[in-house]
């Protein structure tokens, strides 16, 4: 009989930690954040992140990092009033793409909220084709 070996749990590197105060409007009949707010949190860490790499998503950029992927697991719902606090991390980059993380927390509060993940690929906007990833964002994740 063989034995698998256990996976190794993939790098992970803190990029961004931002707070983002939550809206009356983000929350849903229920009382606390809606389920889809909590990828907006995590889309605007990745935006700053880019933005503070260089690569901001802007139309006149060549290329784009788009996401292939996302998810989400909700631990602790999050309600109004408070600030989420968003912690992002990456994992080794690939040829044209890279894994992200995210952890959400409330501000005032060590418990975690939601635990998220999605992979961010570079691409020719015009092509809609792969490319490697800029040089700075290489340099920022590894």
């Known amino acids: 009989m063989t034995h ?4 190794q749990a993939p790098t992970r590197r803190l990029i961004l930690t931002t707070r983002i105060p939550v809206r009356w409007g983000d929350m849903d009949a229920y ?3 809606n389920n889809t707010v909590y990828f907006r ?4 860490a990745r935006v700053e992140w880019l933005e503070q790499a260089g690569s901001a998503v802007t139309p006149d950029n060549p290329v784009a990092p788009v996401i292939i ?15 989420v606090v968003v912690r992002m991390y ?3 980059p690939g040829r044209s793409s890279v ?3 995210y952890e959400l927390g409330v501000e005032g509060d060590d418990r975690l909220y939601s635990e998220g993940a999605s992979k961010v690929v570079w691409m020719d906007p015009g092509t809609g084709k792969s490319v490697p990833l800029p040089d700075a964002i290489r340099a920022g994740v590894s």
């Open 69 to 83: 992927n996302a998810s989400c697991t909700f631990l602790i719902p999050v309600n109004y009033p408070s600030t």
């Open 99 to 101: 894994m992200t993380w």
């Open 4 to 7: 698998a070996t256990p996976t």
């Open 41 to 44: 949190y995590f889309e605007q």
């Open 90 to 92: 990456a994992g080794e």
């Open 31 to 33: 009382g606390h954040v």
